[in-house]
């Protein structure tokens, strides 16, 4: 197991990343309850603050003269930060997707209209515009999958489908 001098309470140690862990385990624990949300399990961020307890061993250079403690205490801080960054982004992609679905199917001029007013409205539209209609509504398949197709990202899928929907809608009323 690799082995690595690391500077603690101003001596240096040669310990393993497994004694590290041992020793920094509070301090794993510690920074990740202060970063506990209602929406992200607890799990996930301890495991998260284990990762950047791993990273900070890797990337620790003693001959820089700081104390380990504080150096995996950023890197710990900086990783989770990150990993509630990526969270929150899927927690908003999610919301938008879930909002343009249920503004579809909530829309009562789209209950209204029959079928060939509807194929009227699509015909209007332009190619790519079609070609997601028809992936998202007659092969059902899910933004991501869709943004997989057309080498776009999910959000972007779901900006085109509200920009389709706003137009059906201006061109009803």
Do not use: P, W
Not at 27 to 55: E, P, R, V, W
């Amino acid at each position: 197991m690799l082995c690595k001098k690391i500077i603690i309470n101003g001596e240096i140690k040669i310990m393993n990343c497994e004694e590290v862990y041992l020793k920094f385990k509070n301090l794993i624990y510690k920074i990740s309850s202060q970063y506990y949300c209602d929406y992200i399990d607890f799990k996930d961020i301890l495991q998260t603050a284990n990762i950047g307890l791993i990273k900070a061993f890797n990337s620790y250079d003693y001959k820089k003269n700081i104390y380990f403690s504080s150096y995996v205490g950023v890197v710990i801080k900086n990783e989770i930060l990150q990993f509630l960054r990526n969270e929150k982004r899927k927690y908003i992609n999610d919301l938008e997707m879930y909002k343009s679905y249920e503004q579809i199917y909530n829309e009562d001029f789209f209950k209204n209209l029959d079928e060939n007013n509807l194929k009227y409205y699509i015909c209007k539209l332009k190619e790519r515009e079609k070609l997601i209609v028809k992936m998202y509504f007659y092969d059902n398949l899910t933004h991501e999958e869709i943004g997989k197709k057309l080498n776009c990202c999910q959000a972007n899928v779901s900006k085109i489908l509200r920009r389709i929907i706003n137009k059906i809608r201006k061109e009803i009323t």
